[in-house]
């Protein structure tokens, strides 16, 4: 593919500390080259300010190959951008065109609060995987491999849950900011494997509850998650939370 | 019984709510516009089906109970999942853009609903709640479908509420754990024909009185 350069408009979000008001900044992102990411885009943009003396935008971004869950905006209305399945890191500026305006803002929810600019603060997702989900028992050293039978549906399943990368995006483009893209990926990575099914009514319990203390929104099935998760994953994984749930409010000795 | 307040006061169980209480009134509709079909039949056939509904006695009370029950916990909790829902956002955004989950119908659904009660009142106070010792339910229909206004309130009334099942529908199916790529299609498509044949199954009525009474 032969490299060309474009000429953007940015209006960007422009925030000091969580306290500070915010407001949208316009910058002039100039010669960008079309093999540059959206994240190099910002880089240049971002040399420019601090040459000229000025703060530069803040963003968060550690693996820039897609598999951190580290970055991550709100670009033109749409999290990470507009190219499906692909993170804000890993969407080239060949996806927009010359002249255009973008704009430029953080994930959005009660419980992602702004720190700074386009960083914001996602240690409740954190704090829903602390409430339970992991698998504390202990499953002592590597057995005999076909001593527990896994189907392989079942381990798919599990690792296309367990392929997200908890950049909240699901949370950001839900219009109730709800997590339970995230939790549902959680739940469905571990309860689809033995090791994960002694704890699973707690966990299912645990996590719910503490999403909800968050303040995250309910989930009304609108489907934007699915839509914009950089991993494609499927909203089958809330019906599983959900299913979990049932089986554990009514099919458990769990309170 | 703590556990069973924590079950429900939870987000799923809320939803688990809306969606039996919204599942139990698509099939309660599914039977209500079959029984008024009757009245393609003439005015006759019309009247004994009413008839023989309500010589169920005790069982259509207890029905009607069910439905009162069923609407206050799906317009409570409705309202109360929606207001939760826009304090989880308290700052919007400047650009929003569907990424293409969203339908018409989802994004309508708490405004859709709160217009279906409107409907559902004005319903009641016109062919439920009125004395009908001197008249009959197809006299009340035939002098409410030969005004005009009437006829677009009720069919207005019932595209709102093909409009709010088009989302609801398999909607409820994905909150209760029954979404399996199976049958979800199914479901998806089930549910957009329900509400279409629904919508058309009851605006027919007042049309069709209109034009030929
Ligand atoms: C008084 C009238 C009504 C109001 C105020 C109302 C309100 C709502 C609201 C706000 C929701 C979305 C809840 C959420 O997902 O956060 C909803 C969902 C739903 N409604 Fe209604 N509704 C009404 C009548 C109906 C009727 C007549 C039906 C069926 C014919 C129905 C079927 C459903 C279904 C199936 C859902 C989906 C539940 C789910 O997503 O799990 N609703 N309703
Ligand atoms: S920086 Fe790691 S996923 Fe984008």
Redesign the interface.
């Known amino acids: 593919m032969t490299e060309t350069t474009l000429n953007l408009k940015l ?1 960007v ?1 422009r925030q000091k500390n969580p306290e500070d008001k915010g407001h ?1 900044e316009t910058y002039q992102a100039e010669r960008i080259s079309t093999d540059m990411s959206f994240l190099e885009m910002l880089d240049v943009v971002n040399e420019k300010l601090i040459l000229d003396g000025k703060e530069p935008i803040a963003f968060e971004h550690d693996c820039r190959e897609g598999i951190c869950g580290s970055c991550g905006a ?1 670009v ?4 990470h951008g507009p190219q499906k399945g692909t993170t804000l890191c890993q969407l080239h500026m060949r996806h927009f065109k010359d002249g255009q305006t973008l ?1 430029i ?1 953080p994930f ?4 992602f609060p ?1 720190l700074k600019d386009l960083v914001v603060d996602r240690s409740a997702l954190e704090r829903i995987i602390e409430a339970g989900g992991y698998i504390s028992v202990n499953t002592g050293s590597a057995p005999e491999a076909n001593n527990l039978p896994v189907p392989p549906q079942n381990s798919e399943l599990s690792m296309d849950a367990a392929a997200c990368i908890g950049c909240g995006a699901c949370v950001a ?1 839900c ?4 997590a339970m893209l995230f939790v549902g990926a959680k739940i469905s990575h571990l309860v689809l494997l033995p090791q994960g099914k002694p704890e699973a009514a707690r966990r299912a319990l645990s996590l ?2 503490k ?2 203390e968050l ?14 998760c950089p991993k494609e994953i499927s ?2 994984n ?6 979990e ?2 089986k554990a ?2 099919g458990s000795t769990e ?1 | 019984m ?2 069973l307040i ?2 429900f006061s ?7 709510i809306m969606a039996v209480t919204g599942l139990g009134f698509s099939s309660f509709v599914l039977i209500h516009l079959l029984g008024n079909l009757t009245i393609y039949q003439g005015r006759e056939a019309f009247l004994s089906y009413v008839e023989k509904l309500h010589s169920l006695g005790g069982l259509v009370t207890l029905a009607e109970l069910g439905l009162v029950v069923f609407a206050l916990l799906h317009i409570g909790l409705g309202l109360i ?1 929606f207001v ?2 826009l ?16 339908t018409i119908g ?2 309508t ?1 708490p405004y859709t609903g709160f217009l279906i009660l409107v409907f559902i009142i004005v319903h009641l106070l016109k062919f439920r709640l009125v004395d009908k010792a001197a008249t009959d339910d197809f006299i009340i229909l035939s002098n409410t479908f030969t005004q005009v206004g009437y006829v677009f309130f009720y069919i207005l009334g019932v595209i709102v509420v093909a409009v709010h099942v088009s ?1 609801g529908f ?2 409820g199916f ?8 199976k049958y ?1 299609p199914l479901v998806q498509q089930l549910g957009m024909l329900f509400s279409v044949l629904l919508g058309a199954g009851f605006a027919s009525i007042p049309l069709y009185l209109f034009t030929t009474l």
């Open positions: 209006k979000w949208f709100v033109n209305g749409l999290a704009v803002e959005r929810a009660k419980a702004v483009a219009p109730n900011a709800s719910l509850r999403m909800d303040g995250f929104g309910n989930c009304s099935n609108e489907r934007e998650c699915e839509a914009v909203i089958s809330i019906a599983r939370f959900n299913r749930f049932i409010s009514f309170e | 703590n556990w924590r079950t939870s987000s799923i169980g809320k939803k688990q999942l939760q829902n304090q989880a956002r308290p700052v919007r955004y400047a650009v929003k853009k569907r990424a293409g989950g969203r989802s994004i659904a989302h398999w909607s994905q909150t209760i754990g029954l979404n399996h790529p979800m």
